[in-house]
């Protein structure tokens, strides 16, 4: 399970039965249908590209409530409405929200602390409703340099990147480990690692961190298919992911160096798979924090050679060494 999961506002849903009827009419209205009419066999006969001209700023969403999707995860879980027989991988990336919020700020390089409380504001005319602003704000601006435009953008991308995928998906797959217990396997991972390339293409620069969708050359192989623009790392990690995907769609089970998110140790805390090439046997534990000048920064206390030793990636601390800044010393971000 990639790419989140519908598990966001736990008593309000992102758009509702009687919302999304709303809005599908006030569309239809603008395509030249109306309610003297058959307003949905109206909508059969337009054409598509003027449909998606309706598109939101982040995407669409399920509506509950219907043949679709007739109750909440949340409820099928309570009442263990659910295929039960099945096991479960799921993952995030580092940084999900950097590279999804790049577009919803208007001056990126001169953000201000204004802007950070109007983004949160916004929110809940993107479905994500009843967010406490000064709670929010407490939490990712905590030890932030509120002057400093990166910082207040990576305060924002972590904050939109939990609401909508890192959360949703975690829990999903927290209460479905719970629900099943011991009849089935529940495996997370969160991507550390990205190719700078590929990263490249997607305008994934190096102060946002392994932005989402940052699996997906390795899951697909695109390495393989392309090799003279990708690393040897990102050749041979593709291979690794590959195969690790594959066997689990065949046997719904990982190696021995990638533990059940709760099932192997029922008492102990949730373990977490790290995808990084550098350490295949990488198992995250509880975040630490740590306070800097810009922020605070997220790390993990593993268990390495029985000692616990923190540990932080994938911070940017120079300009990338290209251009005017090859075989120059360090230009800071």
């Known amino acids: 399970m990639e790419s989140g999961a519908h598990m966001y506002n736990k008593n309000r849903?992102?758009?509702?039965?009687t919302?999304?009827?709303?809005?599908?009419?006030?569309?239809?209205?603008?395509?030249?249908?109306?309610?003297?009419?058959?307003?949905?066999?109206?909508?059969?006969?337009?054409?598509?590209k003027d449909i998606i001209s309706f598109k939101t700023k982040i995407g669409s969403f399920p509506v509950l409530g219907t043949e679709f999707l007739p109750i909440s995860a949340r409820q099928a879980f309570n009442d263990k409405k659910f295929n039960m027989d099945i096991d479960l991988m799921a993952g995030i990336t580092k940084t999900e929200g950097s590279w999804i919020t790049r577009n919803m700020i208007k001056d990126p390089a001169h953000m201000t602390l204004n802007d950070f409380y109007n983004l949160v504001k916004s929110l809940d005319s993107m479905g994500i409703h009843n967010v406490n602003v000064n709670k929010v704000a407490e939490q990712y601006l905590k030890d932030v340099n509120t002057s400093d435009a990166l910082a207040l953008r990576t305060g924002f991308a972590a904050l939109f990147g939990d609401l909508m995928l890192g959360c949703p998906t975690y829990l999903f797959a927290k209460r479905f480990a719970q629900t099943v217990k011991e009849s089935q396997r529940v495996y997370f991972y969160e991507l550390l690692y990205k190719s700078e390339w590929f990263a490249k293409q997607a305008n994934c620069s190096a102060t946002m961190g392994v932005c989402h969708m940052m699996e997906l050359p390795f899951v697909f192989g695109l390495p393989l298919l392309d090799p003279r623009n990708y690393s040897l790392d990102d050749i041979n990690y593709a291979n690794i992911i590959m195969k690790t995907w594959t066997k689990f769609a065949k046997t719904g089970r990982m190696d021995s160096d990638w533990p059940q998110l709760l099932n192997d140790e029922p008492m102990a805390a949730p373990k977490v798979h790290g995808l990084d090439p550098k350490d295949l046997r990488l198992v995250l534990s509880d975040p630490i924090d740590v306070k800097t000048s810009i922020g605070v920064v997220r790390g993990r206390t593993l268990h390495v050679l029985d000692t616990n030793v923190?540990?932080?990636?994938?911070?940017?601390?120079?300009?990338?060494?290209?251009?005017?800044?090859?075989?120059?010393?360090?230009?800071?971000?």
């Open 19 to 48: 919302e999304a009827i709303s809005q599908g009419k006030a569309m239809a209205k603008q395509l030249k249908c109306n309610e003297t009419e058959d307003w949905l066999q109206c909508l059969r006969k337009v054409d598509a």
């Open 13 to 17: 849903d992102v758009v509702n039965k």
């Open 310 to 333: 923190d540990q932080f990636v994938g911070i940017p601390y120079a300009e990338p060494p290209v251009g005017k800044h090859r075989f120059a010393k360090p230009e800071p971000i």
